[in-house]
């Protein structure tokens, strides 16, 4: 097997190490083109080029990740990773952790945890490498990688999100909040809604979001109405879509332009808590991405004319 197809056999795990360790689609496939360039530029032969190849992503994303805090921290209102419609990489005897582990709610979670951490519990608790294989990409002695391990997981099970395990029962409840959402259906939100729902959204500045997070079933539904008469009236399209492997929809204009990508946290019969990205900048993988505020100031428009 030659060098490229070893390579592109393996990138979909690689993107998905990436992905978990930096939150973002368009860093970890910038972290992934590197390693390849790496891989191509030496002469070395690796035992396991799985191994090396993971280690190499893993170093990368390391350092993507400890320069990328600091515009974190300057970042306007709350911060999201990119939201992920299509996971690359499919392992049937680790589908629980994958899934878990890439949620809007997970990966915020592991924004908690310092970059070696991060790596660390990545590579140990979602794709179970051994210790030898760690503390060779992150250049830490095993005993020092076990001990990264501990913490990470101490951190993570404190705050460690929980979502309904019957994904038909999620997905059907997330049909009947994406049919409520789209028609601006107060009783039907209200009764998909749990009583301390909680939304919030990330414009990062550059697209209309809620200032603050809202919280509180009433708040919420009087939020999501008024959102449907806009969805109204700017001719907007509201889809079901799964989004970093939990309910989620999709919105866009009616020229397929992305507007926003919403992830669905269920429990317990009930949606919990809905996280909205709305930066265009978090968008652009997608798809083509609308202006948001233009179509905002047309909704409104096309509201006061019709009233």
Known sequence: ????????ALRPLLFAIAYRILGSVSEAEDAVQET???????TAEPA?????????????SID??????????EYTGAWFPEPLL???YEDPERSAELADSVSMAALLLLERLSPLERAVF????????????IAGAVDRSESACRQLAVRARRHMAAGRPRFDADRR????????????????????????????????????????????????????????????DLLSAGDLVVEQHEVNHQPGLVVSTAERELLAVMALDVLDGH??????????DKLAHLGPVADAWAVQARAVRARHEQS
Do not use: C
């Open 1 to 8: 097997m030659s060098r490229t197809e070893e390579f592109t």
């Open 36 to 42: 390849w360039l790496r891989y191509e530029g030496t």
């Open 48 to 60: 396991s080029v799985k191994s090396f190849l993971s280690a190499v992503v893993t170093r990368i």
């Open 64 to 73: 993507v990740l400890r320069s990328a805090r600091v515009r974190r921290e």
């Open 86 to 88: 299509d996971d690359p």
């Open 122 to 133: 990545v590579l140990r608790e979602v794709f179970a490498f051994d210790f030898a294989e």
């Open 169 to 228: 029962e999620r997905e059907e409840l997330a049909a009947r909040f994406v049919e409520a959402f789209r028609e601006g259906d107060v009783d039907g939100l209200t009764e998909l809604l749990a009583a301390d729902v909680l939304v919030t959204g990330d414009g990062g500045g550059k697209a209309p979001a809620f200032p603050r997070p809202v919280s509180g079933r009433e708040k919420v539904v009087r939020a999501f109405a008024a959102f449907a």
């Open 271 to 280: 949606i919990q808590t809905v996280r909205g990205v709305m930066n265009p």
